[in-house]
T-cell receptor, first 112, second 113 residues
């Protein structure tokens, strides 16, 4: 089983739609969670951290469900510029260095 | 602007011909990472430097080596590239080892002929 699993998509949505992605992680002791955005042939960039209480940044809302070990990202009022791959990232649990473990990403295509 | 810079952006090499990819940063971060990302796959951590301390991932092949001559620069050496090493190589930095955010460079796309 992969440490971080995501539906690869693509999710095809029209502008203005609301879209949600889920991600599951295998290590129940994981402490930190993130969503990164990666545009085609570009580097990943941090979109937002995911907190236990959930957090919102403009049109983006992230939720964490520790009991079920999944993380979600909700995008409201989708824009063309939201088209990208969204990587779910979990910080691994080790003593000392805690590496980031990336999912393979969910591709979003927003059309006019 | 403070940033992570990778050179070259595109590198073509021949099977078995050593190649070096470079990364520099102006963020003055303590930690520098090298990731390999193949098409439609997750970035995979190869190794990282915490200051001068080199940390290899257990499953990183011996074919991959790294050097960090100073805080700003880090190099990825592929001693004998195989066809399976064709990928995007991403350099990243973070302020400290357990600091949450990593800042990525634009990557070097390696082609092996």
């Amino acid at each position: 089983r992969k440490e971080v699993e995501q539906d690869p998509g693509p999710f095809n949505v029209p502008e203005g739609a609301t879209v949600a992605f889920n991600c599951t992680y295998s290590n129940s002791a994981s402490q930190s969670f993130f969503w990164y955005r990666q545009d085609c042939r570009k580097e990943p960039k941090l979109l937002m951290s995911v907190y236990s209480s959930g957090n919102e940044d403009g049109r983006f809302t992230a939720q964490l469900n520790r009991a079920s070990q999944y993380i979600s990202l909700l995008i409201r009022d989708s824009k063309l510029s939201d088209s990208a791959t969204y990587l779910c990232v979990v910080k691994g649990v080790n003593t000392g260095f805690q590496k980031l473990v990336f999912g393979t990403g969910t591709r979003l295509l927003v059309s006019p | 602007d403070a940033m992570v810079i990778q050179n070259p952006r595109y590198q073509v090499t021949q099977f078995g011909k050593p190649v070096t990819l470079s990364c520099s940063q102006t963020l003055n971060h303590n930690v520098m990472y090298w990731y390999q990302q193949k098409s439609s796959q997750a970035p995979k951590l190869l190794f990282h430097y915490y200051d001068k301390d080199f940390n290899n991932e257990a499953d990183t092949p011996d074919n991959f080596q790294s050097r960090r001559p100073n805080t700003s620069f880090c190099f990825l050496d592929i001693r004998s590239p195989g066809l399976g090493d064709a990928a995007m190589y991403l350099c990243a930095t973070s302020r400290d080892r357990n600091y949450n955010e990593q800042f990525f460079g634009p990557g070097t796309r390696l082609t092996v002929l």
